[in-house]
């Protein structure tokens, strides 16, 4: 079993609508839970930290559920420009610099 | 935030040889980090980087195949050695975020598209 899990996509949505991914994770233990966004042929990109109680930048929401060992992102609104793919991101408890990334949902928003 | 400059960008190299990708930090940090985003996967720790020691390996990734340096604390190379098709790949450096309020945890560099013939 990998990791950290996630439903690589792609998720073909139109513009404006609400899109969610989730991701699973493996370590029982793991302290700290990002989304780090990609764009085609570039470096990943922190979208955003996840929080145990939940966080919420503008068009996003990130969920963290300890007791499922899940963590889900959801954008609403969405924008063309939000086009990329997005990796969940786990920071096991033995390690604070280790990351242990997921292979990425692709997110395609079509006019 | 941190400025990582990486090159090459990318490079068709024929199998048996070797090459070494630099990344440059605008600023001093203790460890660096080489990652490797083979085709339709997800990054994966090669080694970290420390000024002054040598290079910690991930499981599945040795020294002879991928020699590291860290001669300052703002500079490290990755060199790709005896290369097959399957070290076709992109490489990553990366630094850690020194100021945590932000709650940003890497940096990377643009990355190495690495091509094998």
């Known amino acids: 079993r990998k990791e950290v899990e996630q439903d690589p996509g792609p998720f073909n949505v139109p513009e404006g609508a609400t899109v969610a991914f989730n991701c699973t994770y493996s370590?029982?233990?793991?302290?700290?839970f990002f989304w780090y966004r990609q764009d085609c042929r570039k470096e990943p990109k922190l979208l955003m930290s996840?929080?145990?109680s939940g966080n919420e930048d503008g068009r996003f929401t990130a969920q963290l559920n300890r007791a499922s060992q899940y963590i889900s992102l959801l954008i609403r609104d969405s924008k063309l420009s939000d086009s990329a793919t997005y990796l969940c991101?786990?920071?096991?408890?033995?390690?604070?610099?280790?990351?242990?990334f997921g292979s990425g949902t692709r997110l395609l928003v079509r006019p | 935030s941190a400025v990582i400059s990486q090159k090459p960008s990318r490079d068709i190299c024929q199998r048996g040889t070797s090459l070494t990708i630099q990344c440059q930090v605008d600023?001093?940090?203790?460890?660096m980090f080489w990652y490797r985003q083979q085709p339709g996967q997800s990054l994966t720790l090669i080694a970290t980087a420390n000024q002054g020691s040598e290079a910690t390996y991930e499981s599945g990734f040795v020294i002879d195949k991928f020699p590291i340096s860290r001669p300052n604390l703002t500079f490290s190379t990755l060199t790709v050695s005896n290369m097959s098709p399957e070290d076709s790949s992109i490489y990553l450096c990366?630094?850690?975020?020194?100021?945590?309020?932000?709650?940003?945890?890497?940096?990377f560099g643009s990355g190495t598209q690495l091509s094998v013939l």
């Open positions: 990366s630094v850690e975020d020194l100021d945590r309020t932000r709650g940003e945890k890497l940096f």
């Open positions: 370590n029982s233990a793991s302290q700290s």
């Open positions: 996840v929080y145990s």
């Open positions: 600023s001093q940090v203790t460890m």
């Open positions: 991101v786990v920071n096991p408890a033995d390690s604070s610099y280790k990351l242990i």
